[in-house]
């Protein structure tokens, strides 16, 4: 991790292009915080005899769903984007056997009970402050015991955490919110650096993989 630095980016609108991102990450790998979660299960020979269900929440165009689903998963891919689940159901190289997708805004998630995996790579931080605490809830309920929280939050000095559309939390806070979990993962990455789409950016992440107690 790099040494903080304190970075404001000034400008407080946020509007996000989603064709051109889902264009810019077309063919990108799973993330590394899925294939730890997934690791983790293989380690404990966890799941090995039966079926495995897992949400990918704001699956975006399935970078994630498509290695799920590629290693035996049945994913319910989530969105709020309805062209990016387009894009999903569009996949060629997804098993469409294996998977159920749902548009829905995070201010009115609904999940069902005894989910093995959720995975949640970069999608966290898009749901407003107000509505977080109810969405982590239904997260962590809807979990069954042992089964894995993956994905990433922003920390307090994101460039983009000035925006009234993105939450954020402090290292403790994350913790706080992880006391149902075994925390298998807890990386604090910060730097500047860019996004997908070319743009300056400071970074403030936590990448997390979690298990339910």
Not at 76 to 83: Q, S
Not at 97 to 122: C, G, W, Y
């Given at each position: 991790?790099?040494?903080?630095?304190?970075?404001?980016?000034?400008?407080?609108?946020?509007?996000?292009?989603?064709?051109?991102?889902?264009?810019?990450?077309?063919?990108?790998?799973?993330?590394?915080?899925?294939?730890?979660?997934?690791?983790?299960?293989?380690?404990?020979?966890?799941?090995?005899?039966?079926?495995?269900?897992?949400?990918?929440?704001?699956?975006?165009?399935?970078?994630?769903?498509?290695?799920?689903?590629?290693?035996?998963?049945?994913?319910l891919a989530i969105?709020?984007?309805?062209?990016?689940?387009s894009r999903i159901?569009?996949?060629?190289?997804?098993?469409?056997?294996?998977?159920?997708?749902?548009?829905?805004?995070?201010?009115?998630?609904?999940?069902?009970k005894s989910v093995?995996?959720?995975?949640?790579?970069?999608?966290?931080?898009?749901?407003?402050?107000?509505?977080?605490?109810?969405?982590?809830?239904?997260?962590?309920?809807?979990?069954?015991?042992?089964?894995?929280?993956?994905?990433?939050?922003?920390?307090?000095?994101?460039?983009?955490?000035?925006?009234?559309?993105?939450?954020?939390?402090?290292?403790?806070?994350?913790?706080?919110?992880?006391?149902?979990?075994?925390?298998?993962?807890?990386?604090?990455?910060?730097?500047?650096?860019?996004?997908?789409?070319?743009?300056?950016?400071?970074?403030?992440?936590?990448?997390?993989?979690?298990?339910?107690?």
């Amino acid at each position: 991790m790099s040494q903080s630095v304190n970075y404001i980016d000034q400008n407080s609108s946020f509007e996000r292009d989603w064709s051109a991102y889902y264009d810019a990450v077309t063919g990108r790998p799973p993330r590394d915080t899925l294939l730890a979660a997934l690791a983790n299960f293989h380690s404990v020979n966890q799941y090995s005899s039966k079926t495995k269900f897992a949400v990918d929440l704001g699956c975006g165009n399935g970078r994630d769903t498509l290695e799920l689903i590629r290693r035996g998963w049945w994913v319910l891919a989530i969105d709020g984007d309805k062209e990016g689940i387009s894009r999903i159901r569009c996949n060629q190289n997804i098993d469409s056997h294996k998977l159920q997708t749902d548009v829905m805004r995070f201010e009115s998630l609904v999940l069902p009970k005894s989910v093995d995996l959720i995975n949640a790579s970069f999608s966290l931080p898009f749901c407003q402050s107000l509505y977080f605490p109810r969405l982590w809830d239904t997260i962590v309920t809807s979990l069954s015991s042992g089964g894995r929280f993956c994905g990433q939050l922003f920390g307090i000095r994101d460039s983009w955490a000035i925006n009234s559309s993105v939450n954020y939390h402090t290292r403790e806070q994350i913790e706080d919110l992880l006391q149902s979990f075994i925390i298998e993962m807890l990386e604090e990455e910060e730097h500047l650096g860019k996004t997908a789409l070319d743009e300056e950016k400071y970074w403030h992440i936590f990448h997390i993989v979690a298990c339910k107690r």
